[in-house]
């Protein structure tokens, strides 16, 4: 982390937008950003175009925690070598292109489900919806490895902006490009069309044909650290079975709970008089307790001789230990409190964005081409912005800069809700909330990229942004039922206030690292 605060000169910094690396990252961005408001924001127009209420809206976002928890897969991904495909394309690119292909299949799978069809249709959207968030987050592991290896320290800062720019034009094909499709081949809030939603997820599917072609010619990383131990095919499928195994406990656990769960959610509902605190609170537990009982199936397994003991430790212990050995214990949690907390604001809001503009008034084509795509090019610009500033000025005072920002422009979509539907207000707000949001999300992807050490690229950045979604996507599944509760306004105001300690801790975080002299970098 000793180059995070330098400053250099101007020149220096709009040179590091030429070169090839940083132009490479904007495919990669695509291919990256497309998927996730397929299960996000497009999904949720879909579902309540098919007659689903808000509350089961906003609960289908789940699905896309497969993010928060891919840190879980990211040493299988590191380690496990893909039939043929390792040999020929490299281990970033070919498990890259694998993680395309089952993108596609997911696609193609929501598209041919019709959710308001009845009988098991609403669980075979999610059942798609899911896989859809697994193969996504697994693309994300690997591109982000491939990212941090392929370029030195000094270039993560525009690497981080290209990324951002393709992953907004990703999320504009998605977003703004599946919307439209829709509208277009037929369906609208009043008159529900599934052929027309199917059409439209169908091109979803062929779009990501872009990142294919982009993955085929992209070259293999030179950095990062190659597989030390000697395994053969067998240590690697014992290894795929002990993962396997701890799945199998985490869904076992599930599965058996599915009735208490009702039970006790019903119970503490009646005692808490909050339904939506009462059902967060339970499935908290039941998400600890299947973590649990999957690290406990892991221990049994490895105990008995499963997988390789020595594999195990190098692909999940090293990584955690690395990193609590470079801040030591202190400093580590607080970076770990930041990179969780961080961009809570904008993920709650962002849940339900898409609902709210529909609720006050805006018809489809006005959202996909007033916040989707005039949104996708402030967000591009706030990204290079943000990348040329972290550059110049350093990335921790435009990380402090990105919070802030946050805060005070959340709070401009409680003025839209109380005017309603004015298309001058929601260019002002879009401008504001999108420069902001590409300005921070620059600053923070360059940030974690500082804190991983090379030889746990995978690993330890899949930790990091697992981490980073994991409390604000928890949250905004709720989101529809808070704004049921409480109206658009208070929700806004809380959804801006949540930010407000991120910015201590990005004060204290900048004392103890000492940014300014640069502390030594774990980077090897």
């Known amino acids: 982390m ?53 509350s089961a809206v906003t609960m289908f976002s789940w699905a896309a925690l497969g993010y928060s928890f891919k840190f879980v897969w990211a040493p299988l991904i590191d380690r496990l070598p893909l039939p043929v495909l390792t040999a020929i394309m490299g281990r970033r690119r070919a498990w890259i292109l694998v993680s395309q292909a089952l993108i596609i299949a997911a696609i193609c799978w929501m598209a041919l489900t019709d959710p308001a069809s009845g009988g098991s249709s609403l669980t075979m959207m999610a059942m798609a919806a899911v896989m859809l968030g697994f193969s996504s987050a697994t693309q994300d592991i690997v591109i982000d490895a491939y990212r941090i290896e392929s370029a030195d320290q000094d270039l993560q800062a525009m690497l981080s902006a290209t990324y951002i720019a393709g992953y907004r034009i990703g999320m504009l094909i998605a977003g703004a490009g599946a919307i439209y499709l829709a509208e277009q081949f037929g369906s609208s809030a009043e008159v529900y069309d599934y052929a027309a939603w199917r059409q439209s997820y169908l091109w979803m599917a062929g779009a990501m044909l872009i990142g294919v072609a982009a993955t085929l010619v992209i070259p293999e990383p030179e950095r990062g650290k190659p597989d030390t131990h000697q395994h053969d095919t067998g240590h690697y499928l014992r290894f795929l079975a002990l993962f396997a195994l701890a799945v199998g406990g985490f869904i076992l656990v599930f599965m058996l709970s599915a009735d208490m769960v009702k039970g006790a959610r019903a119970a503490l509902t009646e005692a808490l008089g909050n339904r939506a605190l009462a059902g967060f609170l339970v499935e908290l537990v039941r998400l600890a307790a299947g973590i649990a009982v999957a690290g406990v199936f892991a221990f049994a397994g490895v105990r008995g001789g499963l997988a390789d003991r020595a594999m195990v430790v190098d692909a999940y212990v090293a990584p955690v230990k690395d990193f609590f050995e470079r801040y030591g214990m202190g400093l580590a949690w607080l970076l770990l409190a930041l990179i969780g907390l961080y961009r809570i604001s904008d993920i709650v809001l962002g849940v339900i964005s898409n609902v709210f503009y529909q609720d006050i008034g805006f018809t489809k084509t006005e959202i996909a081409a007033t916040v989707k795509t005039f949104g996708l090019f402030m967000t591009i610009a706030g990204g290079f912005i943000g990348g040329i500033l972290a550059v110049r000025y350093g990335v921790i005072r435009i990380l402090f800069a990105g919070a802030l920002l946050t805060v005070l422009t959340n709070l401009l979509f409680i003025l839209l809700n109380e005017v309603g539907r004015d298309m001058t207000l929601l260019y002002l707000v879009i401008s504001a909330d999108n420069l902001t949001a590409g300005l921070a999300s620059a600053a923070f992807v360059a940030f974690l990229s500082s804190l991983t050490n090379v030889s746990f690229t995978a690993v330890q950045y899949a930790i990091f942004s697992s981490l980073m979604t994991l409390i604000p996507k928890i949250i905004g599944g709720y989101s529809g039922t808070i704004v049921d509760s409480l109206g658009y306004s208070q929700f806004f105001l809380i959804a801006a206030m949540l930010g407000v300690p991120v910015l201590l801790l990005i004060v204290v975080a900048a004392k103890w690292l000492k940014l300014a002299d640069g502390p030594e970098s774990g980077r090897e």
């Open 2 to 54: 000793q180059d995070i605060e330098r400053a250099r000169s101007w020149s220096d910094s709009l040179a590091a937008l030429l070169h090839p690396r940083v132009v490479a990252m904007l495919f990669l961005g695509l291919s990256a950003g497309l998927p996730i408001l397929l299960i996000f924001s497009s999904l949720g127009l879909w579902l309540r175009e098919a007659g689903l209420d808000r």
